[in-house]
């Protein structure tokens, strides 16, 4: 019976955490004026955030200037990759434990500064932080319900990557850049039934299933003119239009077009395109520095998504890498002080160049060394290139994002298996939606 | 009265005279003696163990998702795990798991302990090479490498190309998923072998004499005095064992990068727990689904405990 009481306790243990989150209580609220920092008195900063190794030894390098101006104040930096990232906030949060500064995304945001879990930084705008260079719009979309909880440092926009030596091999032509989403069906078609393979004699297909990412399905309801998000935080669109939008490549699944799904699941956290055998994909355009170093090709290419009905993209860009501070933190006017570093000084915008995004701020991104041909180039060139593309302003999203996001990429994942239909598909994903969108 | 004459017995107590005052102080001394050794342990199963469970079953009853206090919703969260497809395949993987991986593991533990029932030379050794596999088994690490062996082009893959066989990857293909944890927590037969092998030792080697005398077959043997002699063993590992695979996390969780997939084919009980609580935050319905499993695991012990006098027998009983 010794292993009955050891589960018991493991499944209490789950429990344990919220004991003591109970007595946190949400009852707090942030401070109302700014603190002064005080720089004779020796101050530690927990400073966190998520990313692979490249992006901590940026980060590393960036605090290491930061300790250097400020002698009185340590940062203890921890990182993680981003499905942990959120579950160690979440338990941090109901300890009402949170770090003194973390990287944030506009995904979670709603969900923590409802519950008043994040600082407001409003009274140190302009003060101890400088966000005169930054875009209004694009500082709004960190701010909710007049409280400044986070602050962007950097852009991204979507972007459809593709490696030109793959559609060489297969004879099929790149898209041209006005081309609709069905020309992109045809192309994925064609590039997998040229039947090239790899040197490792894998076969080459198009791309994987663009239809199983959220985003993307916010970028087309866009580009239909449906706004995804209402302003109080309800979903605006309808079952139809999702199915509608799972339609599009229902034909490519049917047909075995699409990168196989089982191949892809074995290959994380690498996919079919940065193992060189999948010849495109969408994505966020800052994953070019990543794809880059991961499929060892130096060209990859960049087109901007395909165009809606009208012909436009209705492109929008994405606020990326918000910096917030935790409520519960015992030094607010250092925590800003280390924002304010973090997204003014051009020595971090060197450093960090277009790998969390382009940067926020001009002063970054003059500091940036862009060689001709380098990654950081080529992503100001295509944000720079589509620039009269991006007409939309962001979706907002809405309270329960991150597991609405989730819940759709593992219905996705599903689809692909074939293991429910697309009608079963969106009956789910609405009926979860309900429970978290609330 | 001395420690000694305490152990032997043969103190004072025998002498039927009634307890002095200064026994009874001595006792309550040793009493508070023995409560401060087991206050550590006590400390811990309060504040680690039963408060935490306590917390919990209030939990089950609310709406709560570790930001804002929780709020009482009754039985809701109850009523909504039995319409919800997920939890449903949850327990459906977890049930399929249980049933065959138990009495799978339990077969090989017990040919494995009769086959190093023999005194060989070297027996030390291989009963230390066949427990190891239990002693790792549930470590992160060896989901890794499970995870690699089975995956394309993996040594699973390319040992079955060899002999003409075209097993593919394992890990992509949920049809194929359930066979690799089975043999996971099979190849992990050694805890269970070890007891199985105590087990045997008891059995005196009279009974299999007079069986060959009689003219007794080794299946013979196996059947009506090996199986029944080990039955109270037998009783022991298959509770044991029954409960243990109930808990299958850490391997799951690794093995599909804590999603459950390919499509909710590794959805264990108890790593749907973990994401409705810490990937959704809604700790309520993650409460509610542990006291489920704590019911259900109670239910299956009453039902092995009530069946058991129907098929072990211990020795001396008159049977």
Redesign the interface.
């Given at each position: 019976m010794k292993?009955?009481?050891l589960?018991?306790?493991?499944?209490?243990?789950?429990?344990?955490l919220?004991?003591t989150?109970?007595s946190g209580?949400?009852t707090e609220t942030p401070a109302e004026g700014a603190a002064t920092a005080d720089p004779t008195e020796d101050v530690t900063l927990n400073f966190t955030w998520w990313g692979n190794d490249d992006r901590a030894s940026r980060y590393q390098e960036a605090i290491a200037l930061f300790e250097d101006e400020h002698s009185n104040i340590t940062v203890q930096p921890t990182f993680v990759d981003f499905?942990?990232y959120?579950?160690q906030r979440?338990?941090e949060?109901?300890g009402r434990n949170l770090p003194d500064v973390m990287q944030f995304d506009l995904s979670y945001l709603r969900?923590?500064s409802?519950?008043n879990?994040l600082l407001d930084l409003t009274p140190y705008l302009g003060e101890s932080i400088d966000v005169g260079e930054i875009d209004e719009s694009l500082l709004e979309s960190g701010a909710l319900d007049g409280k400044q909880v986070g602050i962007p440092t950097s852009t991204n926009t979507l972007a459809m990557f593709y490696h030109p030596s793959l559609l060489e091999q297969t004879g099929v032509a790149a898209p041209s850049e006005d081309y609709t989403w069905e020309e992109y069906n045809e192309f994925i078609a064609a590039v997998s039934a040229a039947g090239a393979t790899t040197p490792e004699g894998q076969p080459i297909y198009g791309a994987a299933d663009y239809t199983n990412t959220f985003w993307f399905f916010l970028q087309w309801l866009v580009q239909q003119g449906i706004e995804p998000f209402s302003q109080d935080g309800e979903i605006n669109f309808t079952e139809d239009d999702m199915k509608e939008y799972l339609a599009l490549a229902e034909d490519l699944r049917a047909s075995d077009a699409v990168y196989p799904?089982?191949?892809?699941?074995?290959l994380?956290p690498l996919g079919g395109f940065t193992v060189n055998e999948s010849a495109s994909e969408i994505s966020w355009d800052n994953f070019l520095a990543g794809y880059t170093a991961d499929s060892a090709d130096e060209n990859i290419q960049m087109l901007p998504v395909p165009s809606g009905p009208d012909g436009e993209k209705g492109m929008f860009f994405k606020p990326s890498m918000l910096l917030s501070a935790g409520a519960n933190t015992e030094h607010p006017a250092e925590a800003a002080m280390l924002i304010d570093f973090l997204i003014n000084d051009p020595e971090v915008g060197r450093i960090f160049g277009t790998s969390k995004g382009v940067p926020a701020t001009q002063t970054q991104r003059d500091a940036m060394v862009l060689e001709e041909g380098s990654v950081d180039a080529r992503v100001v060139a295509y944000e720079e290139a589509v620039a009269d593309q991006v007409t939309e302003p962001v979706p907002v999203p809405v309270k329960g994002f991150g597991?609405i996001e989730?819940e759709y990429k593992?219905l996705g994942?599903?689809l692909a298996?074939g293991?429910v239909t697309i009608d079963e598909f969106v009956e789910?994903w609405f009926s979860e939606a309900a429970?978290?969108v609330q | 009265m001395t420690l000694l004459d305490e152990v032997t017995g043969t103190g004072g107590r025998s002498a039927a005279s009634p307890p002095s005052a200064t026994r009874r102080r001595r006792r309550a001394a040793e009493t508070r003696a023995g409560y401060a050794f087991l206050a550590p342990w006590l400390i811990g199963f309060f504040a680690?163990?039963a408060?935490?469970?306590l917390?919990?079953l209030y939990?089950a009853f609310t709406d709560?998702n570790?930001?804002?206090?929780?709020s009482w919703v009754g039985l809701d969260n109850f009523t909504l795990l039995f319409s919800d497809?997920r939890f449903l395949q949850s327990a459906k993987v977890t049930a399929i798991y249980v049933v065959l991986g138990t009495p799978i593991k339990l077969a090989a533990a017990l040919a494995v302990a009769m086959l190093l029932n023999n005194n060989r030379w070297g027996q030390g050794l291989y009963r230390s090479v066949f427990y190891a596999p239990s002693l790792i088994g549930a470590s992160v690490s060896i989901a890794i490498v499970w995870k690699a062996m089975f995956?394309?082009a993996g040594i699973v893959d390319r040992l079955g190309q060899s002999v003409g066989l075209e097993p593919g990857?394992w890990?992509?293909?949920?049809g194929k998923t359930m066979p690799m944890f089975i043999l996971l927590t099979v190849w992990q037969f050694g805890a269970p072998m070890v007891i199985f092998l105590a087990g045997l030792k008891q059995v005196p080697t009279e009974l299999y004499e007079a069986a060959s005398v009689d003219g007794a077959g080794p299946v013979r043997k196996f059947l009506r005095i090996t199986l029944p002699m080990l039955s109270p063993v037998l009783f022991f590992n298959l509770l044991?064992e029954t409960?243990?695979s109930?808990?299958i996390f850490a391997s799951a969780f690794i093995i599909s990068?804590?999603?459950g997939?390919?499509?909710?084919s590794t959805l264990f009980y108890t790593l749907y727990?973990?994401q409705r609580?810490?990937?959704?935050?809604?700790?309520g319905y993650?409460?509610a689904m542990?006291w489920v499993?704590?019911v259900v695991?109670g239910i299956i012990?009453l039902l092995f405990f009530r069946s058991s006098k129907a098929w072990v027998h211990y020795s001396g009983e008159a049977k």
């Open positions: 292993r009955y009481t589960k018991v306790a493991g499944v209490a243990a789950a429990a344990a919220a004991l989150a109970c209580g949400g499905p942990n959120w579950t979440s338990t949060a109901a969900e923590y409802e519950n879990h799904v089982d191949r892809g699941i074995q994380l597991s989730a593992r994942e599903e298996y293991t789910q429970l978290m | 680690l163990t408060g935490p469970m917390a919990s939990l709560y570790l930001f804002a206090p929780p497809p995956i394309d990857g890990v992509g293909d949920p044991l409960i243990h109930f808990q990068g804590g999603t997939g390919p499509a909710g727990l973990y609580g810490f990937v959704d935050f809604r700790m993650a409460s542990a499993l704590v695991v012990t």
